[in-house]
């Protein structure tokens, strides 16, 4: 369950140079639906379901895992998963992944 001031946060966006060299502006939600779908295509149904990003800033991507052999493997992967993110984006917008424990088969 999300606390109150979640609510009232405010959205982060970063600007991020294009090619064309007109800065675009890129928020969490896309970084989120990025991850989330390169996750899928990586690790499945089953992947999906148990890893799940929970922040981005500042080229930080905190992400929840279910048990600690999930986290494992993202940690090995990591390079890869930033990779094919800042492929999706076109800059370099996740520099690093940082793993939470602790996920609920609820959440």
Known sequence: MRSLGHLFQQKQEQALPTQSGRE???????????????????????????????QYEKGVLFIKVAS???????LIQEKELCRRINQEVGSDAVLEL????????DE
């Open 24 to 54: 675009k502006l890129l928020d969490a939600k896309t970084i989120f639906f990025l991850f989330s779908r390169i996750v899928r295509e990586f690790y499945g149904k089953r992947g999906g379901g148990v890893i799940h990003p929970a």
């Open 68 to 74: 600690p052999l999930w986290a494992n493997e993202l």
């Open 98 to 105: 940082r793993i939470l424990h602790g996920l609920h088969a």
